[in-house]
């Protein structure tokens, strides 16, 4: 054998080894959207070097990425990778991460809005990927299968003449990317789905029969155009504004993304409808940015009594980013242009905080300072934020006891309280950690 043909089964073996043992991949600025252009899925791990649980977790994901690469070796499906969020803040920052480790999942370059909050553990990740190269599409055999279908959910339903034409292949990648939000259906059988496709392939929205309001629509757009169909898909299935509830809080919580408030009295559907139209105007372009949620202050009285309010002073609005809660300071002025998308990105710059600490000149002479008065329910009479205590562990009943004396001063803004709502810390347990 010769010298050239040694050193060829060498570099040959090198490469074998690279690929197969090669860990996640090391995503930068430089090469973060090429990967996630060139994946259907990315899973990515954001960590930071010193945190003792991304010390943890970093020969764990590194497995997981030899594994995924061995189960799925097709080019362009899936990509397992890691973010250095000290090296490359630009791309924590774009994200959102503020925690470490922190799991995102990205669809067709777009990231979800659900962190991965499971077990940290190979296996538990293996079962995860593979639920998600799973079809989120539900075949329709024969017209009598649409009866099936629950009639309480959502349904973006498709009639194709083809399971491999460009149109089936859009509607395919849109159901992957709002797979958490809508429920998808298909039929490819164009001859015995010939009354709801009589020319052409079709796409329409059935609402739940809970919504009485709605009723079904087509899309108008082209079919083979992803972003078109995308937009209204997510328009139909996802309002811009839902409704907070003790059964939904923590789904909501596990999206990751900042709550947007309005506290309202629970037969007050005006100012439901009022933040509803503002939204629509203002904030279109931060909804994968900010949660916008309206929420009966009966059942959350908790956080209007961490705000200092009662159900007197709704509606209010408030943002919780799971750090702090900020109060919109007028309920009344969210009709003023740019008013409410203000507030919004004032949370994100970090404007809140500060203006917190350093708030702007009074425009308007301030009120004596009252000494508040607790009445028997919890709630002050006044209306100013109660200071929460640094040692406490915290109850239902902090913010009676941390009432502000007169004069006192509040260092931080209140603690979040929907961050309380979040999954169980076990669900993210790594093997040898609980």
Known sequence: MSKLQIISIILFVCYCFIYVNGGAIQITTSNIDTILSSYDVVFLNFYANWCRFSQMLDPIFNELADKVAKEFPQHGLIAIGKVDCDADTAIATKYHVNKYPTLKLFRHGLMTKR?????????????????????????????????TLDTKKRYIIGHFDDEN??????????????????????????????????????????????????????????????????????????????????????????????????????????????FER??????????????????????????????????????LLAIDSFKHMFLFPDF?????????????????????????HNPPPATQQTPPTTIPSVVSDGESKIKHIPKTSSSSNDDSSSSTNNIIKSGSHQSSPPESVFIRLTPNRQRYSFRDEL
Do not use: M
């Open 278 to 315: 503002e939204v629509a105007k203002q904030l279109l372009d931060e909804r994968s940015n900010i949660n916008c949620l309206h929420a009966d202050g009966a059942q959350f009285i908790h956080p209007l009594q961490h705000l200092g309010k009662s159900l007197n002073d709704l509606p």
């Open 332 to 356: 009344q002025q969210i009709s003023v242009d740019g008013k409410l998308l203000e507030f919004v990105k004032d949370l994100h710059s970090g404007k809140l905080h500060k203006d917190f």
């Open 165 to 274: 034409s460009p149109n089936y292949k859009t509607f395919s990648k849109v159901a992957s990317l709002l797979r958490d939000e809508c429920h998808f259906v298909a039929s490819t059988n164009k001859d015995a789905f010939k009354t709801e496709r009589p020319l052409s392939d079709v796409i329409y929205y059935r609402p739940s029969s809970l919504l009485l309001n709605e009723k079904d629509s087509y899309y108008i757009g082209l079919i083979n155009e992803q972003e078109s169909l995308t937009t209204w898909s997510r328009d139909k299935c996802v309002p811009l504004v839902r409704e907070i509830t003790f059964a939904n809080a923590e789904e909501l919580t596990d999206e990751g993304l900042p709550f947007l408030i309005l506290f309202h009295k629970v037969d007050d559907h005006q100012s439901v409808a009022l």
């Open 115 to 147: 962190e991965y909050r499971g077990a940290r553990q190979v296996d538990a990740f293996l079962d995860f990927i593979r639920k998600q190269l799973e079809s989120s599409i539900i075949k329709l055999s024969t017209p009598s299968d649409l009866y």
